[in-house]
């Protein structure tokens, strides 16, 4: 009796086990059918078998093809809920006229919350208008960037001429580098001393990448590879089960973590009233009692948007130069005509008008963000009659922007630094038109700051070298990752400038 009970008992338990299991994978699947409703149409199958990728080298290349075709410059990606638009008009419709109702939204802070907490370029109301408060307040000071200047000069004077120089005098094979990786190393060594006064000494060559730069990169394409993905649920699971690549993020973010934490207790450690440092500054301002965690999430806000978005522009600047040689030469002729000496000061960048417009033609064409999302909080219309439901992603696309005749003319595809000079005179565009550093309420607040230390580096190097990309011929491919990153690097030869008086006694 005793032993019919207990199997009874079994019996009575797997029965239980089986239905649980049944009911939650019948409820899984509901969801994902509610979530993301099986669509047929040619534009959806293409992406879900991923076929674009026989006649396209990245996404967002077959996202140009699509927003080329339509009549609107918009399309809509059903499976993954998301209008895309190339319009001008209907990009000032949403960082502009109707802001409030495209906020970063609840589905972005699920998407990318668990790297970029609630720091500035992951938040909405009190707390962004707060963030961008401080930013702007600390960013637009004249001390600021005066203190950024001379910590950007040092960084090129100290490390990075040293180190091309060294290269460029090599006569074998080995007289070659990854471009990429050293504007990675040089823009991550400056954005850590400019935010947190800490050097990371990463432009070593010498010495591997720090554990905390590889844990920022494997943290950013993880985090963007769940923004591609048409079944939030599957990640969310692999979050939950801690398996797979949710596994390597919770890794990333950890040591993310242990280092953000680690630079602020230094900071409450020794002071921050006499620092100069961005951190040090903004702890200075707020509640001294505010928690970690807050802070933690700026410090992270400050490395994205001062680390990656700076070593792509740079990147790719000197990609394009190597295809368009009467640019670099051009270049040259305006920098030795401001320029008489190693030493570099703020009123010889701000004469370089050609300098300038070169700069920007290149993010035209390479915006470091490639596009940008937000959700619609309400139902609405935009400017060109597209229908915009309650809880749409709604995607502007820099990148595929740059590449519309309707927008630049026939001669988009071209790097043509002429676009932007009136008169010899750098004239910019209407933001809408060139949102490579948004627009509206959400304009860049470093946007001075990264193009000041873009053109001290490009300036300072074609100063004494040339740059020679090995593959330019290649189109550029990029990894997944929240700001462009060209997949295997870009390997380049660095020569020697052969002129007189180009080295200070």
């Not at 009575?12 to 299991?21: D, G, K, Q, W």
């Not at 692999?238 to 919770?250: A, H, I, Q």
């Not at 807050?294 to 790719?316: E, N, P």
Request: glycine fraction near 6%; hydrophobic fraction near 40%.
């Amino acid at each position: 009796m005793e032993i019919d009970m207990a199997q009874l008992q079994n019996y009575l338990f797997l029965l239980f086990l089986t239905f649980s299991i049944s009911l939650l994978s019948f409820s899984l699947i509901v969801l994902f059918l509610r979530l993301r409703p099986w669509c047929n149409c040619h534009l959806c199958k293409t992406y879900l078998s991923s076929s674009w990728r026989s006649e396209f080298t990245n996404l967002s290349d077959w996202y140009t093809h699509l927003l080329k075709e339509s009549a609107t410059g918009t399309v809509h990606i059903h499976v993954l809920g998301n209008t895309i638009t190339a319009n001008p008009a209907n990009v000032e419709h949403i960082l502009k006229t109707r802001f409030e109702n495209y906020p970063k939204g609840k589905q972005f802070f699920s998407i990318l919350g668990d790297f970029l907490g609630q720091g500035i370029f992951n938040s909405d109301g009190d707390g962004w208008r707060f963030q961008r408060k401080m930013a702007s307040l600390e960013l637009g000071s004249i001390s600021v960037r005066s203190y950024a200047f001379k910590i950007v000069c040092k960084e090129i004077k100290d490390r990075l001429i040293p180190l091309l120089e060294s290269i460029s005098r090599r006569d074998d094979s080995t007289g070659t580098l990854d471009i990429q990786d050293v504007f990675q190393r040089f823009a991550f060594d400056t954005i850590c001393k400019i935010s947190f006064g800490l050097d990371p000494g990463c432009l070593e060559i010498n010495q591997p990448m720090s554990d905390f730069a590889k844990a920022f990169d494997t943290a950013s394409r993880l985090s963007a590879q769940r923004a591609i993905t048409t079944t939030p649920i599957v990640w969310k699971l692999k979050r939950f089960l801690n398996v797979g690549s949710e596994k390597d993020l919770k890794h990333a973010i950890r040591l993310v973590d242990d280092l953000a934490k680690a630079v602020i207790h230094e900071r409450r450690k020794i002071g921050f009233s006499t620092s100069h440092d961005l951190l040090s500054r903004f702890m200075g301002a707020v509640d001294e009692q505010v928690n970690d965690k807050y802070l933690r999430d700026i410090v992270v806000s400050f490395l994205l948007a001062g680390r990656d978005t700076v070593a792509s522009g740079l990147t790719t600047f000197f990609l394009l130069l190597s295809q368009n040689p009467s640019v670099a030469a051009a270049i040259r002729k305006e920098i030795d005509t401001f320029k008489k000496d190693d030493v570099l000061y703020p009123d010889q960048l701000q004469k370089m008008h050609y300098v300038h417009a070169a700069l920007y033609e290149n993010l035209r064409l390479y915006p470091p963000v490639q596009f940008d999302s937000k959700f619609s909080a309400e139902d609405d219309v935009l400017p060109d009659g597209t229908l915009i439901r309650k809880g749409t992603r709604v995607t502007y696309h820099p990148y595929a922007m740059s590449r519309m005749e309707s927008i630049w003319g026939e001669d988009c595809l071209e790097f043509k630094p002429e676009r932007w000079l009136r008169d010899g005179v750098f004239t910019p565009e209407n933001l809408y038109k060139y949102p490579v550093f948004q627009a509206g309420s959400r304009v860049c607040l470093g946007k001075e700051l990264s193009v000041m230390e873009m053109k001290a580096v490009i300036v300072s190097i074609m100063h004494r070298f040339n740059i020679e990309v090995l593959m330019f011929k290649e189109k550029p491919q990029f990894a997944i990752g929240l700001t462009a990153t060209i997949n295997g690097g870009v390997p380049a030869r660095v020569l020697h400038q052969q002129v007189q008086d180009r080295c200070q006694s």
